[in-house]
């Protein structure tokens, strides 16, 4: 996946990224629990690849 790929995925999916300033990443407030979800993206991000959605 290229940087303009990967841009346009983020991009599309705003209930997964959201924007923080340093203090808030550094400070992981907003992050989620655990890990597990690692393979649900993985695949949205090939759908992604395939379907442009």
Do not use: W
Request: net charge positive; charged share 35%; glycine share 8%.
């Amino acid at each position: 996946m290229s940087q303009k790929q990967f841009d346009a995925y983020v991009n599309s999916r705003p209930e997964k990224f959201i924007i923080q300033n340093r203090s808030e990443n550094r400070s992981g407030r907003f992050e989620k629990p655990g890990v597990g979800d690692l393979d649900k993206i993985i695949i949205d991000m090939k759908n992604f690849q395939k379907t442009g959605k």
